[in-house]
């Protein structure tokens, strides 16, 4: 993850990113028994090796949110806020109406893949590695994901260098990805739809952001998430799609609204239903 804040916004407010590689990743043992609810333990416990503080920020993207959701579960007292970047919507969380999602193709999609890796791993990761499937190159620039300025976005990052053809042939890589993908969108041990603002009744410094023109966790489903729990502050990018995370000076305002509380008037929704 490369780190988008400004140099002039990192010295104003001393701000310490900590980064670190989780089972699988990097150089990382991967942790076969890896659980949602594990995450947040294994996060408090870096956090207590590396005596950062009794109390920290935290910043789930993506996929990558389910790490955040777990900790605002167990572990909340240590968290001095949370920023869920186009967190993930997670279509087995009970509380989700059927019908806002049965006609949702993403659903069907994950479903597959779900039922692939679980039952058929050593087909999925042949399948994949094949040269009649897409590469990711092809889908960076496919309007089915990603809206006009993530595909401007793409011209100038690395993309998903883990999803590339040559990267899914190790099978570390390959199984490091199927388990995130099997934790992220399978059963959780909690709804978090039905979770209570666990920093009292006046007190939360919780925000999710969102792209209106995401095409990777559509906008209605976040909006429902949000005003499900009020006590998180939401956020809603008009023109933005999956990648708002790279869009310019957007990490510095994402920052300065869970850090200090500022209010960007410019990204509240026009209406949420």
Known sequence: MTILASQDLIVELGIYFLLYDRPGYGESDPNPNSSVENEAYDIQELADQLQIGSRFYMIGVSMGSYAAWSCLKHIPHR?????????????QWPSLPYSLIKEDYRRKFLNLGLWLSTYVPGLLHWWVTQNWIPSTSVLEKNPI????????????????????????KEQRVFDTLRSD????FGEWEFDPLKLSNPYGENESSVHIWQGYEDKVVPVQLQRYVSGQLPWIQ?????????????????????????LVGEEPVCYRPKSVS
């Open 79 to 91: 968290l001095a806020g949370t920023a869920l970047i186009v967190p993930l919507v997670n279509y």
């Open 145 to 168: 994901f990603f809206n006009e300025r993530d595909i401007d976005i793409l011209k100038t990052i690395p993309g998903f260098p883990m999803l590339s053809k040559r990267s899914l």
């Open 234 to 258: 939401y956020h809603e990018v008009p023109d933005g799609g999956h990648l708002i995370i790279h869009y310019k000076g957007l990490f510095d305002t994402i920052l300065r609204a869970v």
């Open 181 to 184: 993908f099997m934790m992220a």
